[in-house]
């Protein structure tokens, strides 16, 4: 079955430094891989998908993320992070029809 | 102008009573889905709908059944309510049940059981 983790719960980085939100993942074929956030109070907003293709994929607000086969990881990151882009990251998998799997989830702070 | 709605967005009451959630969707997606995030913020997949249909039933107590009048609509009704089920429930849709499309989500339901 698959299997996302987010091997950190809470991530606290500076405005205007880089941020990376970590994601690795267990699947017996090849992946579709998400990340949303979700901002108090809020349902989760998309941000960026990997399909195929180029495993670098950009997003919204900045965010771009790099799909790693061998590591089987999908981190997320942003070159300068804003206050605003304080909220909860979650990643998410889809296995070919399989169920819709996310994971625990990310508290980011960005510190002023 | 909502993408997603949900009603209501705040429910309080008490154990052993039924309740409804709506949710609707303006997107012209065809399909429809049902999350619950608990208090840890844990979000797990309950119940998809494509074109009305069920596709997706996970292992959720028969106390909960999803009705999908339409492919906009897809409700939730919660019998005998227990107070585990206190959570914020989540409506999202998708253009079609293929895997690599987004899923578009409501604001949430907060659900208290007393």
């Known amino acids: 079955a698959q299997s996302v983790a987010q091997p950190e719960d809470q991530v606290n980085v500076a405005e205007g430094n880089p941020l990376t939100v970590k994601c690795t993942y267990s699947v017996s074929g090849n992946p579709y891989l998400f990340w949303y956030v979700q901002y108090p109070n809020r349902g989760l907003q998309f941000l960026l998908k990997?399909?195929?293709?180029?495993?670098l994929v950009k997003g919204s607000y900045g965010f771009e993320a790099e799909f790693n086969k061998s590591q089987t990881s999908f981190h997320l990151k942003k070159p300068s992070a804003l206050v605003s882009d304080s909220a909860l990251y979650f990643c998410?998998?889809?296995?070919?029809?399989?169920?819709?799997?996310f994971g625990p989830g990310t508290r980011l702070s960005v510190l002023p | 102008d909502t993408a997603v709605s949900q009603t209501p967005k705040y429910l309080v009451t008490q154990m052993g009573n039924d309740k409804s959630i709506k949710c609707e969707q303006n997107?012209?997606?065809?399909?429809m889905y049902w999350y619950k995030q608990d208090s840890k913020k844990f979000l797990k997949i309950m119940f998809s709908y494509n074109n009305k249909e069920l596709i997706i039933n996970e292992t959720v107590p028969n106390r909960f059944s999803p009705k999908s009048p339409d492919k906009a609509h897809l409700n939730l009704h919660i019998n005998s309510l227990e107070l585990g089920d206190s959570a914020v429930y989540f409506c999202?849709?998708?253009?079609?049940?293929?895997?690599?499309?987004?899923?578009?989500f409501g604001p949430g339901t907060r659900l208290t059981v007393l």
């Open positions: 999202a849709s998708s253009y079609d049940r293929s895997s690599y499309n987004e899923q578009f």
């Open positions: 997107l012209g997606h065809d399909t």
């Open positions: 990997y399909i195929t293709g180029d495993n």
């Open positions: 998410a998998i889809e296995d070919y029809g399989q169920n819709f799997v």
